[in-house]
C-alpha cells in the first residue's frame, strides 16, 4: 500500500485523499477541526462495484451466478474499491480525479474514476464506472465515518432526515423486500428517500453539515460510539440481485453526493 497522500484547500476547508488506501477521504477538516474518524479502515471510502452485503456473496448477470469472497459472516460486503491501490490522474489546489481498474474476482472488465471537488464550504464527490466490455450490474455509493463529538467536551451529533419510507431488515442484516414506516433510531437501516438523498447533521454549537445526493437511497449507521454513517449509494444492500442497474459500452454508471458545512 503506498502511503502518499493528496490534500486540497480551500478556505479554511482542507481534504484528505488517500489513493493507496481505496481512494478514501482519510481527512476532512474545517476550520482544523476533524469531521471524519480517523484510521486506516475509517474516513470515507467508495464502496464500488456494490454497496453494503450480497446476500451469501452471489449475484447473477443473465444465466450466469458470480460467487464472491464472504467478508462479512455469510456476505460479502461494500465491493473491492476501498481494499484497492487507485492511480492519481489528475490534481489541482482543489480537485483531483482518481481511476482505478476492476479486476478479479470481480468478473467483469471495467474502469473507475472518483473524482474530488473542494470549495470554501463543500466537497463534492463523483464516481463512475464505465466498461469496454460485458455488460454487469454493479452500485455506487460512499461510506463516511463522522465522528460523532467533533470538540472536546462537545454535544454529540444530531441526525435529521425525513425518509419516504425504511426497507425493512431481517436477522441476516439484508432488506426483506418489504417497506416499512421509517423507525426511530439507532440504525443500520436502508432508507428511501425518491427526491435525492437528503441528510443533516449537526454538531451544537459548532458545525453543521448536510449530506445530498441525486440518488435515492440511503444507509445510515449509529450504533458506533465513536463514529456515525449517513451513505448515499445507488440501490439498496443486495441490490445486485433485487434492483441491479447495468454497466454496458454505452451507458457508465454514476454517481455523486455534495457535502455543504456551515458553522452553528
Not at 70 to 88: D, M
Not at 89 to 115: H, I, K, N
Amino acid at each position: 500500500m503506498t502511503t502518499q497522500e493528496t490534500t486540497l484547500t480551500a478556505g479554511d476547508a482542507e481534504v484528505t485523499v488517500a489513493p493507496g488506501n481505496g481512494c478514501r477521504i482519510s481527512s476532512l477538516k474545517i476550520s482544523g477541526t476533524e469531521l471524519l474518524r480517523q484510521g486506516e479502515k475509517y474516513g470515507c471510502f467508495p464502496m464500488v462495484p456494490w454497496c453494503g452485503r450480497i446476500r451469501d456473496g452471489q449475484f447473477r448477470n443473465g444465466g450466469h451466478v458470480h460467487q464472491m469472497p464472504l467478508n462479512s459472516g455469510p456476505h460479502a460486503i461494500h465491493g473491492f474499491g476501498r481494499g484497492a491501490e487507485w492511480t492519481t490522474a489528475r490534481e489541482t489546489r482543489t480537485e483531483a480525479a482518481f481511476t482505478y481498474d476492476l479486476t478479479a474476482p470481480w468478473p467483469y472488465s471495467g474502469r473507475v474514476t472518483q473524482l474530488v471537488s473542494l470549495t470554501e464550504n463543500s466537497l463534492t464527490l463523483s464516481m463512475g464506472i464505465e466498461t469496454y466490455g460485458d455488460s454487469f450490474p454493479a452500485q455506487l455509493g460512499w461510506h463516511p465515518w463522522f465522528n460523532r463529538t467533533i470538540t472536546d467536551g462537545g454535544s454529540s451529533v444530531q441526525i435529521a432526515f425525513d425518509p419516504a419510507w425504511q426497507e425493512e431488515r431481517g436477522a441476516d442484516h439484508l432488506p426483506t423486500g418489504k417497506r416499512v414506516e421509517a423507525t426511530p433510531g439507532p440504525w443500520d437501516d436502508c432508507f428511501g428517500m425518491p427526491e435525492g438523498v437528503d441528510v443533516t447533521l449537526s454538531w451544537p454549537g459548532a458545525l453543521q453539515v448536510e449530506v445530498k445526493s441525486p440518488e435515492q437511497w440511503v444507509v445510515v449507521y449509529d450504533e458506533q460510539d465513536a463514529a456515525v454513517c449517513v451513505e448515499p449509494q445507488t440501490g439498496p444492500p443486495n441490490g445486485l440481485n433485487t434492483a441491479p442497474r447495468l454497466v454496458t459500452p454505452v451507458e457508465p454508471l454514476e454517481a455523486s453526493t455534495t457535502w455543504t458545512w456551515s458553522h452553528l
